[in-house]
């Protein structure tokens, strides 16, 4: 079994509404049962807004520390799962269902062994 990032990008601004909000909450936490259920499930988080970030840079023998996000951008990072899967198509299968319980976009990338 390989494990997989499943990156939850989500546009910059305020939360939804909770009548929007709180049924996208229950299907994700209806996945994250099934994901554990099935052996899969990692870990899986959410983030603070992007502009709670703090970036550290290399630069001229010092690091730099800068407060934001590391790039400009209208969305970031949200949250993300870790899972495990068999193959790259069970893993978009999984991600299939994040992007439909959180209706945000969701990128798929596998850690190196």
Same mark, same amino acid.
């Given at each position: 079994?390989?494990?997989?990032?499943?990156?939850?990008?989500?546009?910059?601004?305020?939360?939804? /509404?909770?009548?929007?909000?709180?049924?996208?909450?229950?299907?994700?936490? /209806?996945?994250?049962?099934?994901?554990?259920?099935?052996?899969?499930?990692?870990?899986?988080?959410?983030?603070?807004?992007?502009?709670?970030?703090?970036?550290?840079? *290399?630069?001229?023998?010092?690091?730099?520390?800068?407060?934001? *996000?590391?790039?400009?951008?209208?969305?970031?990072?949200?949250?993300?799962?870790?899972?495990?899967?068999?193959?790259?198509?069970? /893993?978009?299968?999984? /991600?299939?269902?994040?992007?439909?319980?959180?209706?945000? *976009?969701?990128?798929?990338?596998?850690?190196?062994?």
């Amino acid at each position: 079994m390989s494990q997989y990032l499943l990156s939850i990008y989500q546009p910059d601004g305020p939360a939804p /509404a909770p009548e929007i909000f709180e049924p996208i909450m229950r299907d994700l936490e /209806a996945l994250n049962r099934e994901l554990k259920a099935a052996g899969a499930w990692v870990f899986a988080a959410g983030l603070h807004p992007a502009e709670s970030a703090t970036v550290l840079r *290399p630069q001229g023998g010092e690091v730099l520390i800068t407060d934001g *996000p590391f790039t400009e951008g209208k969305e970031h990072l949200g949250g993300f799962t870790v899972i495990e899967a068999e193959d790259l198509d069970a /893993a978009l299968g999984w /991600a299939r269902k994040l992007a439909s319980a959180t209706t945000l *976009p969701v990128e798929v990338r596998p850690f190196q062994h």
